[in-house]
């Protein structure tokens, strides 16, 4: 699989982003997806992910409430809705893969053997 994230951009504190996963070369509804994040001078973190139907979704903390994860296997696409973004949100993000047909979803950056270049998202107070 091959990933592509896209939507990154400039946004006031307060506003939302939309970004997409875009994946190509392998049946993609048989890979979860997880989205991370890297800031400037900071280790890459994991944001959230979805299982490979859809049907589970997990979120880090400092996003649970605000930042939500959909996928449309049709598509070949994962989403990441970022709504009421915040400064600390600023960061490099990125999309991994894992071929997993698991009803769970992981974290660590370890599990994830695909990964896309990253889009940046820029959050001015």
């Known amino acids: 699989v091959q990933l592509q994230a896209s939507g990154g951009g400039l946004v006031q504190a307060g506003g939302s982003l939309r970004l997409s996963c875009a994946a190509s070369?392998?049946?993609?509804?048989?890979?979860?997806v997880g989205w991370f994040r890297q800031a400037p001078g900071k280790e890459r973190m994991f944001v959230g992910g979805?299982?490979?139907?859809?049907?589970?979704?997990s979120y880090a903390d400092s996003v649970k409430g605000r930042f939500n994860i959909s996928r449309d296997n049709a598509k070949n696409t994962v989403f990441l809705q970022m709504n009421s973004l915040k400064p600390e949100d600023t960061a490099v993000y990125h999309c991994?893969?894992?071929?997993?047909?698991?009803?769970?979803?992981?974290?660590?950056?370890?599990?994830?053997?695909?990964w896309g270049q990253g889009t940046l998202v820029t959050v001015s107070s």
């Open positions: 991994a893969a894992r071929f997993s047909k698991s009803g769970m979803v992981v974290g660590g950056e370890r599990y994830y053997s695909m």
């Open positions: 979805i299982n490979w139907s859809g049907g589970t979704t």
């Open positions: 070369g392998h049946t993609f509804s048989s890979y979860a």
